[in-house]
């Protein structure tokens, strides 16, 4: 268990897929996200949903995202934000907002 305040330190925000391309020096098969953040700018994530998703249907979607969580680097790519999914199985579903909304739109 964690504590509420922990929780609260989390940033949550709605972004745009305005990139997808291969991760082909992943260990495990990934595509390197450029994802519009808004007010936030756009920010880099690695994520691991080839399975379900193509890279063309990516462009143009709307997912949540943790985006203060600092960076990490995999393999020669910086990953700055953390896309959020559900695990079922070896799949990853997308979270994503019901709605279209603004890009940088905080999750409460």
Avoid: H, W
């Avoid at 949550?12 to 450029?34: H, I, M, S």
């Amino acid at each position: 268990m964690i504590d509420f305040t922990t929780f609260e330190g989390l940033d949550l925000r709605v972004g745009t897929v305005v990139k997808a391309d291969n991760f082909l020096e992943a260990n495990k098969p990934a595509y390197q996200l450029v994802i519009d953040f808004g007010p936030l700018g756009t920010l880099n994530s690695s994520a691991q949903i080839t399975k379900r998703y193509l890279k063309d249907e990516l462009v143009g979607k709307q997912i949540i995202a943790v985006v203060n969580i600092g960076s990490k680097k995999i393999a020669n790519f910086e990953s700055q934000c953390l896309v959020l999914g559900a695990k079922e199985a070896d799949d990853v579903i997308l979270l994503a907002p019901e709605t279209k909304l603004a890009n940088g739109q905080q999750i409460l």
